[in-house]
């Protein structure tokens, strides 16, 4: 979904259609900034945890929600719902980040 944008150029539908000539660095350029500037949905999961619907109506600021994961565990990493690394959690920069712990193509053949 997120290459849609890309995609959905007339430029893209001309190529598609009629077939790809040598690309342009100005063709280059631009999908290069498209790709670049393209947001991407990303999120670790931090772990799970089972309460029932009372607690949760019930949760007040400062409550302690136990998760099954342990803080130096490897958490999965997903772009667009689709895992594509395993990631620890840090601080960088007084904000949160997540730590690639081996490279993306490695992960996904092992999967």
Known sequence: MWISNIV????????????????????????????????????????????TINDFINLNVGDVITLDSRIDS????????????NTSIGVNRKKYACRLLHDLDEEIHNE
Do not use: C, Q, W
């Not at 490897?74 to 690394?85: D, Y």
């Open 74 to 85: 490897k958490l999965p990493l997903f772009i667009e719902n689709k895992k594509i690394a």
């Open 8 to 51: 959905s150029t007339p430029d893209v539908h001309e190529k598609i259609l009629f077939g790809a000539h040598d690309i342009t660095a100005e063709e280059r350029r631009n999908l290069e900034y498209g790709l670049n500037n393209t947001p991407v949905n990303m999120k670790a999961l931090l772990g799970k945890s089972n309460i």
